[in-house]
């Protein structure tokens, strides 16, 4: 083994990955941002939780997740490490090399390696420094070094397991698309051991976790001897591109197998490139086997991990919560690995040269780009949908205690329309990428900003089966549809023919967005004027204030109507559940009024970074939320104002005096002294949100969908440094120096 030669080729691996932002954007946010988002739904989440111990198991699995979805996304660049040479032209220079196969392969998968494990272990630090400076409780409630350590092995071991298979499919495949269909069944087991990691966290049972810890470092040791055994640089050379059809001969036996004809005939264009779309997909076995294997293989396989799961678990009923999670779990995995073929509903027409046939056709942009829609919809919904009452049926026929505990009527059906939902935002969310790039490369490492926010999502709803709040369901599953129906809309609103015809291989260019962003950041005109029409003045504080911020919020009028209409819908929400139901955490707060800690620059320095990091993770994710994170922020804050001061009220407090139990008291002291700065702030943060959040929806005539968001964030930048930051600071020095005195006299404590 040269440890030199190897060191080479993984520098210039690294050197060449970390100079794609493609990969470095995602991997930024999955690492630092994504961890604080989790750190603050986490502590919202537990509110939902009636189990105080419970709650504090869940962050264990909160930390694992956090180091599971960076290495996951890495993947693709392990997917890549051979076959991406081929598809580049490079292959033969890099087979060429005067080094040993052996060194060669140990090359490509410690450089393969690097940044998924370097991501993961980065991500959960985050999670664990967040978690431990904000919310303690919950971080001393089940996490022990001992804990934290195992849990760091079970990563790394996962992401090598990972890494390891993909560089051996890597190897043994030829093209960078066969190379993504095969890799649902790494993503698939390694999914399947986070929820049983999960089943094992939540119940305690950390003896067996380690056992699992110990079988994954083993099976990555295996297939890592595995892929260097069979590597050999002549096969790859030789081997030449196989077809997406079944031809099978054994013998004097010629099999070939063609997708039937569609049974039905639509008249409407749309409809036709939609049988054009169906007949190929469904002639690809690439396709058909792994998705046959995703819907029968899978429930089966979750069914004997749940006859495992009997024969230890010490609490049947929470097995018998997960069941309704499992169900969504199976039916996920279906569309998540069909968003392959959404991804090259147009930029994959590009790579088989059949993109200008395609558009030459005489239809509609708006029937096109729906045809192609709905021919990427159908088979992952059919898939999903199969694959879940495959489960279902097994359970039911199996276990029926386990089934009738579980399920009911109105909880299936509700598993079904989220399933729907997700997979249509799955593949809506595709099909705009495969509109907007240039190679298939590009768009499978830009599907990322679609495939992680939602299996997050997917993940978080763990909880919510866990706690049984299927009503909380209702409300993310109306959110998803909102971004589902944005996207669709998006999507036909910016297809046009003419712009991918023309669109050259890797167009984007990151210093000409950096150019255009600038521009948009020195100086501000309104939305629609291009960046050539600026007069390239240098940036001013003093313009901004005097001509710029009147300009800006003049053009900021909607959003900022909606953002008030959310404050004053999340007061009224707020208030009429107040009335009605009593929440744990908040039952907590109401015990402790008048009870705050003492005033100090720590407490205000605290607020203030806590009220920062929800500015900017509100709004950096409204991006890919369509402003929906950004819209939550002052609902969510007048909510529980309404929801606290309708209690007391409810309780007896008057409104007209003042006392322990009095709401006025509670606004007078709690909210007034800093809210009438803090809370106007939100709703403006809020609004600039809800500017970048509808960017990719609707851009002003001139625009293009890039241009109009870059303009969002250079004006949500300079609005943010120059007045949301100042108002932040003072409302924090307020809450904390100020408000605990007026608390404490109000209060009389």
């Not at 195992?150 to 990972?162: G, T």
């Not at 050379?237 to 569609?262: D, F, P």
């Not at 804050?637 to 008057?654: E, H, K, V």
């Not at 509808?694 to 943010?720: E, H, I, R, Y």
Request: net charge neutral; hydrophobic share 55%; with cysteine.
């Amino acid at each position: 083994m040269n440890i030199a030669t190897i060191s080479t080729i993984t520098r210039r691996e690294v050197r060449d990955t970390l100079s794609d932002w493609r990969i470095v954007a995602p991997i930024l946010l999955l690492t630092f941002i994504f961890p604080q988002l989790l750190v603050a739904a986490s502590s919202q989440m537990v509110r939902f939780v009636e189990d105080d111990n419970l709650a504090g198991r869940l962050m264990p699995f909160a930390a694992l997740l956090v180091g599971f979805i960076p290495a996951s996304f890495s993947l693709i660049t392990a997917l890549e490490s051979f076959v991406g040479e081929r598809e580049r032209n490079s292959l033969e220079a890099l087979l060429s090399m005067p080094i040993s196969d052996r060194d060669l392969y140990i090359g490509k998968l410690a450089s393969s390696l690097i940044t998924p494990l370097g991501s993961s272990m980065l991500a959960m630090l985050v999670f664990i420094a967040m978690l431990l400076g904000f919310q303690p409780d919950l971080y001393f409630a089940a996490i022990t070094l001992p804990r934290l350590a195992l849990l760091f092995l079970i990563v790394s071991s996962m992401a090598l397991v990972m890494v390891s298979g993909a560089v051996i499919v890597s190897a043994h495949i030829t093209t960078v698309r066969a190379a993504n269909l095969m890799s649902s069944f790494i993503l698939l087991p390694a999914a399947l051991v986070v929820q049983l990691a999960a089943v094992l966290i939540i119940n305690e049972r950390w003896g067996e976790l380690w056992l699992v810890a110990a079988a994954l470092l083993a099976l990555a040791i295996t297939l890592t001897r595995i892929g260097m055994d069979t590597f050999n640089r002549e096969e790859i050379l030789s081997r030449e591109h196989t077809q997406g059809k079944i031809n099978i001969e054994l013998s004097m036996l010629h099999v070939e197998w063609r997708a039937l004809r569609l049974p039905f005939n639509m008249q409407h264009a749309a409809f036709s490139i939609a049988q054009r779309e169906l007949r190929e997909v469904l002639s690809d076995w690439r396709v058909l086997i792994p998705l046959t294997v995703l819907t029968v293989g899978l429930p089966a396989g979750l069914m004997a991990g749940t006859s495992f799961a009997l024969g230890f678990l010490q609490d049947l009923t929470l097995l018998g919560r997960l069941v309704p999670f499992a169900a969504l779990l199976v039916g996920f995995v279906p569309a998540s690995f069909a968003l392959i073929t959404a991804i090259e509903s147009f930029v994959g027409e590009r790579e088989r040269n059949s993109l200008e046939s395609l558009l030459a056709m005489p239809i509609s942009d708006r029937s096109l780009y729906a045809g192609k829609l709905i021919s990427a919809l159908l088979v992952p919904l059919g898939g999903s949908l199969l694959a879940m009452l495959v489960f279902l049926n097994l359970i039911r026929f199996i276990y029926p205690n386990l089934y009738f505990y579980a399920m009911t009527p109105a909880l299936l059906l509700q598993i079904a329309l989220m399933i729907c939902v997700i997979t249509l935002l799955l593949v809506s969310g595709a099909v705009v990428i495969s509109s907007h790039t240039g190679s298939i490369r590009a768009a499978t490492l830009l599907a990322s900003a679609v495939l992680v926010p939602t299996a997050v999502a997917i993940q978080l709803q763990a909880l919510l089966f866990i706690a049984q709040r299927f009503d909380v369901l209702w409300y993310v599953m109306a959110a998803l549809a909102v971004i589902a129906v944005a996207l669709i809309r998006s999507g036909m609103a910016s297809f046009n023919r003419e712009e991918i015809l023309s669109r050259e291989h890797e167009e984007l260019s990151l210093r000409h967005v950096l150019a255009t962003y600038l521009s948009f950041y020195r100086e501000h005109r309104p939305a629609g004027t291009q960046p050539s029409e600026y007069a390239g003045l240098p940036f001013s504080a003093r313009r901004f204030y005097s001509r710029e911020l009147p300009a800006l919020l003049r053009e900021l009028r909607l959003p900022l109507a909606f953002a008030a209409l959310a404050a004053l819908g999340g007061l009224l929400l707020g208030g009429a559940l107040g009335e009605r139901y009593r929440i744990a955490a908040f039952e907590q707060a109401l015990a402790g009024l008048g009870q705050t800690p003492h005033a100090s620059p720590g407490l205000a320095l605290f607020i203030f970074a806590n009220n920062i990091r929800v500015s900017l993770l509100s709004n950096v994710f409204s991006a890919v939320s369509f402003g929906i994170f950004a819209f939550l922020v002052p609902a969510v804050a007048f909510g529980q104002i309404g929801f606290i001061a309708s209690t007391l009220a409810t309780r007896g407090g008057s409104w007209l005096a003042l006392g322990a139990d009095s709401p006025l008291q509670f606004v007078l002291a709690y909210v007034l002294p800093h809210g009438i700065i803090e809370l106007p702030t939100f709703i403006l943060s809020a609004a600039l949100g809800l500017r970048i959040g509808a960017a990719l929806l609707a851009p002003p005539p001139g625009f293009s969908a890039g241009q109009n968001l870059l303009w969002a964030l250079a004006a949500f930048a300079k609005t943010w440094l120059l007045v949301l930051l100042p108002l932040v600071a003072l409302g924090s020095l307020i809450e904390g120096m100020i408000t605990p005195v007026i608390i404490t006299g109000l209060y009389g404590l």
